[in-house]
């Protein structure tokens, strides 16, 4: 995990892949992501595969954390505390887990006081 410096909340790969400038600014960085972040972006409805593999390719330039029990206590008790969505709760865990600054456009995210928020306003 050397020289991984964000966390990446599943928005950011969409508007990476949409080539949004703001987010083409931390496209140099090395980002982690959570297993439920490939899940949600792979799961997308009408997907070709050329969307697929472009998708793949870009997620496997990152390091991705899969689940664990530690995850799941912290994210059991960021949703108990901030009500807010089981997937979203799993990505502030693992943020949260591996010590790392969430990056993020979701502005829900920013009410969660015990995870460090890099929140992009598009």
């Known amino acids: 995990m050397n020289g991984v410096k964000y966390f990446a909340d599943t928005n ?3 508007y990476l892949l949409e080539e949004n ?3 083409l600014t931390f ?3 090395v980002w982690a992501f959570s297993y439920i972040t490939e899940i949600e972006i792979l799961s997308k409805k009408d997907i070709n595969n050329d969307e697929e593999h472009l998708i793949r390719s ?3 330039t990152s390091y991705k954390l899969d689940h664990n029990q530690q995850i799941s206590e912290l994210a059991i008790q960021l949703k ?3 009500n807010i969505k089981l ?3 799993i990505i502030a865990a693992s943020a949260q ?3 790392l600054p969430l990056l993020t456009a979701d502005q829900g995210f920013s009410k969660i006081k ?3 928020c890099i929140i992009l306003n598009l």
């Open 12 to 14: 950011c790969f969409i």
């Open 21 to 23: 400038p703001l987010l």
């Open 27 to 29: 496209a140099e960085e």
């Open 58 to 60: 870009m997620l496997s």
């Open 80 to 82: 108990r505390k901030n």
């Open 87 to 89: 997937p979203d709760a």
């Open 97 to 99: 887990f591996l010590r």
């Open 114 to 116: 015990s995870i460090d």
